[in-house]
């Protein structure tokens, strides 16, 4: 059973717009929620996280918006860059917990930006 | 500069043999994971651990096993009983919780 789940496999934005990237999951023990951008034959590399105590976190063009009761989060790249063309991953932990017993992962969305 | 590292990045291995990946970091981390990456899959948790000489099994444990004799280095070992092993495996490491995790390289498995 999926815990966080990514139901886009696949997302193409024009060079410049909004690229909305979208996270669920079902676990409600889940309080740290964690975007990782992947290129090919490489290993993850952290972009943003939030924590379940905030609703938004901002880092330069890219922000995270959590919405608790939906146990749904979404990614934010504005404007989007070819460079941002890479699979995106949602993570997802529990904190509290105080275990580092590992992150669990959404499937990845390949984020395509076109010219 | 401090980092973590697989090695080697692609292997090659016969079916029945064991193979062992290596995973390495000077980050000074207390916890080191390993995870397999299949095509259209995320990343899912074979093994991890949290202390030295201490680990614990994952959601696909089945068919691997680690040690972890050293901070610095969590070997993972694929044993011929892992009946699809052919996956990019992917070490990290983080220094508590799995608090914005560093991912090494990779390394990709193939079993011909």
């Known amino acids: 059973d999926q815990q966080v789940k990514q139901n886009s496999p696949s997302l193409s934005v024009q060079e410049g717009r909004i690229s909305i990237l979208n996270c669920d999951y079902t676990n409600s023990m889940f309080d740290y929620f964690l975007w990782y951008k992947k290129y090919p034959a490489e290993g993850p590399t952290f972009l943003i996280s939030i924590s379940s105590i905030k609703d938004k976190n901002e880092d330069g063009r890219f922000t995270v918006f959590l919405n608790k009761s939906a146990k749904h989060l979404s990614l934010h790249i504005v404007p989007s860059q070819p460079g941002d063309s890479a699979v995106y991953f949602c993570?997802?932990?529990?904190?509290?917990?105080?275990?580092?017993?590992?992150?669990?992962f959404g499937k990845g969305t390949h984020l395509i930006i076109q010219p | 500069d401090g980092g973590i590292t697989q090695s080697p990045k692609y292997l090659f291995r016969k079916e029945g043999q064991n193979v062992t990946l290596s995973c390495e970091q000077n980050?000074?981390?207390?916890?080191m994971y390993w995870y397999r990456q299949d095509p259209g899959q995320g990343l899912r948790l074979i093994y991890y651990?949290?202390?030295?000489?201490?680990?614990q099994k994952g959601d696909i444990a089945e068919g691997y096993s680690v040690s972890r004799e050293k901070k610095e280095s969590f070997p993972l070992t694929v044993t011929s009983a892992q009946k699809n092993p052919t996956a990019f495996y992917l070490c990290?490491?983080?220094?508590?919780?799995?608090?914005?995790?560093?991912f090494g390289q990779g390394t990709r498995l193939t079993v011909v």
């Open positions: 980050l000074n981390h207390d916890a």
């Open positions: 990290a490491s983080s220094r508590g919780t799995a608090l914005q995790a560093f």
């Open positions: 651990s949290q202390i030295v000489n201490d680990f």
């Open positions: 993570a997802a932990n529990m904190y509290s917990g105080g275990g580092a017993d590992g992150l669990t």
